[in-house]
């Protein structure tokens, strides 16, 4: 079991910029790919960014590629993604999960919310126009 929390969301202007944080505890982190996801009022959870479990390999939605980082601190047991240049599309309430990875897959990453086994409660971005 892990349980994930999420900080860093909060109102921004348009081209602004926030930096989420999703802090693990439980078992051991780099057990865990990660992704984030969020979810509009109205809308389906989307997903946004994904780590591979080594830190090695990660992937973006179409609509935040160029604009947002997502990476992860294993001594910390964190991961973060920072988003630039927001939009007020960007608007939505950030989910991190995670996902038991064993073996040699350390290198893969995960877009699919059915591919994960832990969510965090979310944390909400409004980006004002």
């Known amino acids: 079991q892990v349980q994930l929390v999420e900080s860093g969301g909060g109102l921004v202007q348009a081209g602004g910029s926030l930096r989420l944080s999703c802090a693990a505890s439980?078992?051991?982190?780099?057990?865990?790919?990660m992704g984030w996801f969020r979810q509009a009022p109205g809308k389906e959870r989307e997903f946004v960014a994904a780590?591979?479990?080594?830190?090695?390999?990660?992937y973006y939605v179409d609509s935040v590629k160029g604009r947002s980082t997502i990476s992860r601190d294993n001594a910390k047991n964190t991961v973060y993604l920072q988003m630039n240049s927001l939009k007020p599309e960007d608007t939505a309430v950030y989910y991190c999960?995670?996902?038991?990875?064993?073996?040699?897959?350390?290198?893969?990453?995960?877009?699919?919310?059915?591919?994960?086994?832990?969510w965090g409660q979310g944390t909400q971005v409004t980006v004002s126009s």
């Open positions: 999960a995670a996902k038991v990875v064993t073996g040699f897959s350390g290198s893969y990453y995960y877009t699919s919310i059915g591919d994960y086994d832990y």
């Open positions: 439980g078992r051991t982190f780099s057990m865990y790919a």
């Open positions: 780590i591979s479990r080594n830190g090695g390999r990660t």
